[in-house]
């Protein structure tokens, strides 16, 4: 069964980040006094998840792999599965009275899973498939996965194109046979410390000509390259 019990999630995210608060590089921010409280409220979903009165709403089947699943990696099937998704938060919100963190992660996926297969279907591109293949790999780990949308905006009465720092906006500047090279900031990324994994999004609508922003992937949050501000 893929669900880690809070002490395998713990284990899991003691590895090595590019971290800075208050001018100063942090090293095992799972010890920090100031992180400490945030990682204990996710292993409070991990720990709910193996407890037999809360498994109705904090497990089900993955359509993808049949097996047992944290509902915060499942993709919705049904409106029964939309209402347990708020009861579960609600749950979390009674036993943490705070922010548990892997809500933009799950939100992001299912729209992922639904807008790359539109855009499958209209382009013939292999994105859906892809995506699934990613997500299974969520699913069968039990990975938490932060939502990265807001960009820094800069000059916000002008276009991502138009700003007079780049970097403002997330977007592709160059791309090889692995894939593509990002660069820029998203800001107000509550969980992404805690997480294994990261789903990048736009922050606005896009027009044509702003193509190099309108870019979504997945990344691990300890990925070289990345530089964390806390």
């Known amino acids: 069964m ?3 019990t809070p002490e395998e999630y713990l284990k899991s995210i003691k590895r090595p980040v590019n971290l800075y608060m208050f001018g100063e590089k942090v090293q ?20 709910l998840a193996q407890m037999d009165e809360y ?7 993955s359509h993808l792999t049949g097996e047992i699943i944290n509902r915060f990696t499942h993709i919705h099937q049904s409106v ?7 009861k579960m938060q609600r749950l979390l919100g009674q036993k943490t009275a705070c922010c ?11 729209a992922l899973y639904s807008v790359t297969h539109e855009i499958d279907k209209k382009y013939g591109t292999d994105y859906h498939s892809r995506f699934k293949n ?11 996965v932060d939502g990265a949308m807001t960009d820094t905006k800069g000059d916000r009465s002008k276009r991502p194109k138009d700003q007079p720092d780049p970097d403002a906006y997330l977007h592709v500047i160059d791309s090889n046979e692995d894939g593509i090279i990002v660069r820029g900031a998203k800001v107000h990324q509550t969980g992404f ?7 990048i999004m736009p922050t606005l609508s896009l027009r044509k000509g702003e193509e190099d922003y309108a870019v979504s992937f997945g990344i691990d949050t300890n990925t070289k390259g990345i530089t964390m501000i806390y």
């Open 2 to 4: 893929p669900l880690k």
């Open 28 to 47: 095992e921010f799972y010890n920090h006094p100031i992180i400490k409280p945030s990682i204990n409220t996710v292993m409070k979903i991990y720990e």
């Open 55 to 61: 498994k109705d709403l904090m497990t089900t089947k």
């Open 80 to 86: 029964e599965d939309l209402i347990n998704k708020v």
């Open 100 to 110: 548990f963190m892997r809500c933009v992660g799950f939100d992001t996926a299912n």
């Open 134 to 144: 990613y997500w299974i790999e969520v699913q069968n780990q039990d990975l938490m």
């Open 193 to 199: 410390l805690n997480s294994h994994r990261a789903i």
